[in-house]
């Protein structure tokens, strides 16, 4: 019997060394007192407190970030009641103040139906988190540039189409007027064939910089359309209000005084715009309305250019 005994006990010695020798952190809680039965003593090296301080399920609940708690707690306590096991990500507290990312993987013990125990292990995934986040990071940053034109820096034909939709509904549902301007900067072919591409390219940066101080509320959105074409998104503005902000465009731009001496309407940059306003409803469509715009703009540059034609 002694034998026997002395057997076990080396066999639990060997047990608790491995446990104690990994990164994972062992524990067990009683379900009944919702106590800690036992906790590695790994965790005093992750988090500073000693595994004494371990006592009820307050000390795990406390040491949760407050962001978490909630959350962790309630999933948690019902997956452990319903007896599944499980996996809770949260944000520890260290003793110094700190957060440190820790997975619990729970294992769920029954005896004759009901829960007896929880057993299961803490990891420490700080790391995974780190890089997690920063995969997150540049997934965010890729997808601003995708909504960004990469010579003016303002927003693109992309991000437009997301824009004009979202608003379209918003107005649609507010029964509010939405207006849009459509902008061509007049004889830009003949500018470039004269100043060379670069300075197109200065020239559009410029212009995109111009429109953006015309466009002061935080509702109202400047995009590049395409080649030397620029649009104005205006929510809840009336043709009143959008027919004073083409004028200003229009004036922004001539103020600029960018030389142009292969233009046949100035001796400076000039623009055309095309103008619309409408309450969307359902038997309109957001390309109906851009279409519509876009002839206004061609009208204005056949009428002679530098020039605002309305709708």
């Known amino acids: 019997m002694t034998n026997v005994i002395d057997e076990m006990e080396a066999d639990h010695a060997v047990y608790k060394t491995l446990l104690e020798s990994t990164k994972a952190i062992p524990w067990k809680i009683d379900w009944k007192n919702m106590t800690f039965a036992y906790i590695g003593p790994q965790i005093e ?35 452990s009641q319903a007896g599944v096991d499980h996996e809770a990500d949260y944000r520890a507290l260290t003793k110094d103040g700190d957060y440190v990312w820790i997975r619990d993987v729970v294992h769920v013990v029954r ?15 700080s790391e995974r988190k780190k890089s997690e986040q920063e995969l997150v990071r540049l ?24 824009v004009l939709e979202r ?35 200065e020239c559009l940066k410029r212009v995109a910089q111009a429109l953006s101080t015309a466009a002061i509320r935080s509702t109202d959105f400047v995009a590049r359309f395409g ?14 209000s959008v027919a004073i902000l083409a004028e200003k465009c229009l004036a922004l731009v001539r103020e600029l005084q960018i ?3 292969k233009s046949e309407v100035s001796q400076v940059l000039t623009a055309s715009l095309g103008v619309g306003t409408l309450v969307p409803s359902l038997d309109v469509e957001p390309i109906e309305f851009i279409e519509k715009v876009d002839r206004l703009l061609y009208r204005a540059k056949q009428n002679g250019r530098n020039r605002i034609e309305y709708g």
């Open 45 to 79: 090296s992750l988090l500073g407190w000693s595994p004494s301080s371990w006592v009820s399920v307050d000390d795990w609940v406390e040491r949760m970030h407050p962001d978490d708690r909630e959350r962790v707690v309630n999933f948690c306590v019902s997956q």
């Open 111 to 125: 005896i004759n139906g009901e829960v007896d125990s929880l057993i299961g292990f803490m990891f420490d995934i």
């Open 139 to 162: 997934h965010q940053e890729l997808e601003k540039l995708s909504f960004k034109d990469d010579l003016t820096g303002i927003p693109n034909r992309r991000m437009f189409n997301s």
């Open 167 to 201: 608003e379209w509904a918003r107005a649609r549902r507010e029964h509010q007027p939405l207006s849009l301007i459509l902008m061509d900067i007049d004889y830009f072919k003949q500018y470039n064939d004269r100043y060379g591409h670069l300075q197109g390219d």
């Open 227 to 240: 080649g030397e074409e620029f649009v104005l998104v205006l929510p809840n503005t009336d043709a009143k």
């Open 259 to 261: 030389p142009h001496d």
